[in-house]
Every structure is written in structure tokens, then in C-alpha cells.
């Protein structure tokens, strides 16, 4: 089945500087791939999502790319802010649509002042 | 405020026992999936329904089970239980059924086993 590995699992940076969180998968039929943020006692949302018939989407700061070839996503975030300081989780949707979605073990995002 | 609301928002209860935990999709929203959140297992897929029927199915256990009523809200009922079931529970909502709409988490409910 699907494996989903996340690094870096703890991020530390400037406020304004950039935050890269990087993820893998292991099957290659996977065609969708949605990145979570989550704040301190609440749920997971929805910040960004790619399909696998795309190299890259953007939204205002928020940007993921998608390597296909080498089976691995990563989630941009430029000018970073306090409010960004959250738990960034990614995820993966096997091909297969019996399977089950799968998710990285989460990044801790601090942004310093 | 996603729209999805979860009851109770903690609930502690011994080893053995049965909980159930319920869930209202938001408004307009067929789907209801459930998952689990703990430290060593992360973020778990267990099961989704859609408009009463069981959809898909990912991490559940057999003492685990849940149902979608007609008015749309959702329950997860946990049986037996072991104090690896210590966990935050989430449901999420979305107006469809496939896996790769847009999901709408509630706030979640902590379930603490003694």
C-alpha cells in the first residue's frame, strides 16, 4: 500500500523568510495530493491541493510542486507570518479508489519573531 | 468555524467500555468521514459514508464501527476499548463522494481510556 513520509518534522524560521516541508510516496499510481494545516486545538484544513496531471499550483504565498518522476511533493510558503505557525500535514490518494487517503506524520512549523 | 460540529469535545472513560461519538456535517454535505489523531500513529483515515452508505474504508477496527442516519449526521461507535484508543477523533464533511474533494474537519473529540 500508500507510505507517505514528511520532513522535516519540526521547522523553524524567520518571520518573512521562506518555509519549505517536503514529503514522499511509495505508489505511483497515487493522482492526488492535498497539504493540511492544523492549529494548536483544532482540526486539520485544507490549505492546498495538487493532482498529478500538474507540476505546480499556487495560491497567494502558498505554492506546492509535484515531481512525478521522483514521487515527491513539497509545500512552499514565502513571507512567512506568526499566524503560519501551525502543524502542516500531507497527504496522499492512492489511484486505486478503494484505497484509503494517506497522510505524513505532520511538520511543526514555528515561525520566529 | 468549519461547520462540522463533534460531541462531546472530551470524554474519558475505562478500558472495556463503549463510547459513541457523533458528528454533524455541515449543511449541505453528503459525505462524512471519520479519523483518527494520535501521537505514534498520526492522522488515520478510518471510514467515510455517503448519503447513508458506507463509501470507503481505510484503519478501522472491527470494534470499531459507525453509521450515517437519514438527516445526514454520523456516529463512530467504539467498543472493547484499549487504552491505545486514547486519541483526538475527527469527523470531516464534503458535499461528494470521492476521496479528493475538499474536506471540512470539525473541532474533534479527545478520548482518553483509563
Do not use: M
Not at chain 1, 513539497?74 to 487517503?101: M, W
Amino acid at each position: 500500500g500508500e507510505n507517505v513520509e514528511q520532513h522535516p518534522s519540526t521547522l523553524s524560521v524567520q518571520e518573512g523568510d521562506s518555509a519549505v516541508i517536503k514529503c514522499t510516496y511509495s505508489d505511483s499510481a497515487s493522482n492526488y495530493f492535498p497539504w493540511y494545516k492544523q492549529e494548536l486545538g483544532k482540526g486539520p484544513q485544507l490549505i492546498i491541493d495538487i493532482r498529478s496531471n500538474v507540476g505546480e499550483k499556487k495560491d497567494q504565498r502558498i505554492a506546492v510542486t509535484l515531481n512525478k518522476t521522483a514521487k515527491h511533493f513539497s509545500l512552499h510558503i514565502t513571507e512567512t507570518q506568526p499566524e503560519d505557525s501551525a502543524v502542516y500535514f500531507c497527504a496522499a490518494l492512492p489511484g486505486n479508489r478503494d484505497d484509503k487517503i494517506i497522510f505524513g506524520k505532520g511538520t511543526r512549523l514555528h515561525i520566529l519573531p | 468555524d468549519s461547520g462540522v460540529t463533534q460531541t462531546p469535545k472530551h470524554l474519558i472513560t475505562a478500558t472495556g467500555q463503549r463510547v459513541t461519538l457523533r458528528c454533524s456535517p455541515r449543511s449541505g454535505d453528503l459525505s462524512v468521514y471519520w479519523y483518527q489523531q494520535s501521537l505514534d500513529q498520526g492522522l488515520q483515515f478510518l471510514i467515510q459514508y455517503y448519503n447513508g452508505e458506507e463509501r470507503a474504508k481505510g484503519n478501522i477496527l472491527e470494534r470499531f464501527s459507525a453509521q450515517q442516519f437519514p438527516d445526514l449526521h454520523s456516529e463512530l461507535n467504539l467498543s472493547s476499548l484499549e487504552l491505545g484508543d486514547s486519541a483526538l477523533y475527527f469527523c470531516a464533511s464534503s458535499p461528494g463522494w470521492g476521496l479528493e474533494e475538499t474536506q471540512y474537519f470539525g473541532p474533534g473529540t479527545r478520548l482518553l481510556v483509563l
